[in-house]
């Protein structure tokens, strides 16, 4: 079994911005994904970023620029360092971790940008 808790989370400004960081435990293999999605409220839940274990990053295209995904393997943890922070970023952020086909979620943290 595995376990992602997510931390970093609050309320900011425009233009401020926040770091994100999961720590994941329990089995974890050697070669797995790991990434952030968020779900904004009435809307369905969106890919921000992934890392893979080579590290080898993706983003999507209303992040990529202002978002940075990071991973430390040793430690377990993936980070999202969210930089130029809008309005629209507003949304509870999960983290997830993909190995073996099975995808694991965190319980979510919440970013709320005001204007």
């Known amino acids: 079994q595995v376990q992602l808790v997510e931390s970093g989370g609050g309320s900011v400004q425009a233009g401020g911005s926040l770091r994100l960081s999961c720590v994941a435990s329990?089995?974890?293999?050697?070669?797995?994904?790991m990434g952030w999605y968020r779900q904004a409220p009435g809307k369905q839940r969106e890919l921000v970023a992934t890392?893979?274990?080579?590290?080898?990053?993706d983003y999507a295209d209303s992040v990529r620029g202002r978002f940075t995904i990071s991973r430390d393997n040793a430690k377990n943890t993936v980070y999202l360092q969210m930089n130029s922070l809008k309005p629209e970023d507003t949304a509870v952020y999960y983290c997830?971790?993909?190995?073996?086909?099975?995808?694991?979620w965190g319980q979510g943290t919440q970013v709320t940008v005001s204007s």
């Open positions: 329990g089995s974890i293999f050697r070669f797995n994904t």
């Open positions: 890392v893979f274990s080579g590290g080898i990053t």
């Open positions: 997830s971790l993909v190995q073996n086909a099975r995808r694991y």
